[in-house]
């Protein structure tokens, strides 16, 4: 958020801030200056957001930063998932072991119609998804 956003490299990220890059990227992306951003056109927006995110994901999994994943770099981050957040001891993880988070989600989605990329879709722009 702050490398999108913190237009002034201060650290801090402002109401003016974020709606001016949001005007920016808007305009940027509307190839037919109509004002509006068609489907094709948020497509793009969001490919764009989605670049940079995967970019610094493949740096934090690229540890020895040799711009190559071996099998271990890309292991690593969720070797013992399974074992860090397994609530109920079963080996397993579901919801129940989740905790809070879904439950917030589930409600989210009952507020949302039952669409269940409600949450993404509204955090995708901003390129600061919570997955």
Avoid: C
């Avoid at 129940?96 to 509204?122: F, P």
Wanted: net charge negative; hydrophobic share 30%; glycine share 6%.
């Amino acid at each position: 958020m702050m490398e999108r956003y913190d237009a002034n490299d201060d650290r801090k990220v402002t109401q003016e801030e974020i709606n001016t890059n949001r005007e920016a990227w808007h305009k940027e992306f509307d190839a037919n200056n109509d004002g509006k951003l068609s489907l094709d056109e948020f497509k793009q927006l969001f490919l764009k957001a989605r670049a940079q995110r995967i970019v610094r994901q493949f740096q934090r999994f690229d540890r020895d930063g040799d711009a190559g994943l071996t099998a271990e770099e890309y292991l690593r981050p969720l070797a013992d998932m399974v074992e860090m957040r397994d609530r109920n001891g079963d080996g397993a993880l579901s919801r129940e072991d989740m905790g809070r988070r879904y439950k917030n989600r589930d409600r989210m989605m009952r507020r949302d119609g039952g669409r269940e990329d409600a949450e993404e879709t509204e955090a995708a722009p901003e390129g600061e998804s919570s997955n």
